[in-house]
């Protein structure tokens, strides 16, 4: 096993792909930091607080894992909390031209902090969070996407949402 590593995001909500990534960061890293991310410029559905207590419910009983917020660069929160290691996600290669950039990015701003690159199960290699919420919002069914308490909330918050 190597040291901390730190898989940031939105999480805006959790999906089965980021817990199946998770589990994969786990298995290389003794201690796992799942950090949500303060980034009002998405636009979130969900509270910061709301996001990481789904996370919390998700990573429920997988060791080494643990889930925090951050509103600063996500390579000063990494020297913060001494990881030199980033964690990121690509589903599809679409995905790959934007956490590149952000990586050299990250790698210019902290040359400590190297950034790692996981894929998900090829069943999730599709899934997105936007894709979801748009999906649940026209009433499909996307429970095989995240779990129930997940799309619970989801489709709680779209309720409030259009009833405004």
Known sequence: MCQKAIY??????????????IKRAQEIFSEV???????????????????VEMLKKATQGMPGVTVEHFDN????YALKRKANVLIRGLRMISDFEYE?????????LNPQVETIFLMPQESFSYVSSKL????????????AFVPDYVEKALRRKLKLASSR
Request: hydrophobic share 45%; net charge neutral; aromatic share 8%.
């Open 100 to 108: 590149f950039q952000m990586a050299l990015t990250n790698r210019k």
């Open 33 to 51: 930091i799942v950090a949500v991310a303060h980034n009002p410029q998405k636009h979130p559905l969900f509270s910061v607080k709301e996001r």
């Open 73 to 76: 660069l996500v390579v000063d």
């Open 8 to 21: 940031p995001g939105s999480f805006d909500p959790v999906t089965y792909g980021h817990i199946d990534l």
């Open 132 to 143: 979801l919420k748009e999906a649940a919002f026209l009433g499909a069914d996307i429970s």
